[in-house]
């Protein structure tokens, strides 16, 4: 069974840096396109941003200059660095990989559990 793992988030004052991870576990052949959402409560969930199998991205506005996206070479890995972080960045983050080559065949529409990132002083 495929899972996609988060870590990485935590409290951090406004200004700071937080690196998400989100990696990909079980009998994985392959992961096409990876990315970052995040919610908060009574809100719809959000893009934040989003890398292909190569290493093109797409990012939200309100992230473009702050947040950098990546992928380990195994593509199996997506990292999110968060930098200058804003109190209006505080979001449950979620790691979401749209397909995943399986055995078993294709696995559609994986969503990670979530990490909790919260900008305050």
């Known amino acids: 069974q495929v899972q996609l793992v988060e870590s990485g988030g935590g409290l951090v004052q406004p200004g700071g840096s937080l690196r998400l991870s989100c990696a990909a576990s079980?009998?994985?052949?392959?992961?096409?396109?990876m990315g970052w959402y995040r919610q908060v409560p009574g809100k719809e969930r959000e893009m934040v941003a989003v890398?292909?199998?190569?290493?093109?991205?797409n990012y939200a506005h309100f992230v473009k200059g702050r947040f950098t996206i990546s992928r380990d070479a195994s593509k199996t890995t997506v990292y999110l660095q968060m930098n200058s972080l804003k109190p209006e960045d505080t979001a449950v983050y979620y790691c979401?990989?749209?397909?995943?080559?399986?055995?078993?065949?294709?696995?559609?529409?994986?969503w990670g559990q979530g990490t909790q990132v919260t900008v305050s002083s």
């Open positions: 979401n990989a749209p397909q995943i080559r399986t055995p078993k065949g294709i696995e559609y529409d994986n």
């Open positions: 079980g009998t994985i052949f392959g992961v096409n396109a």
């Open positions: 890398i292909d199998s190569g290493v093109n991205t």
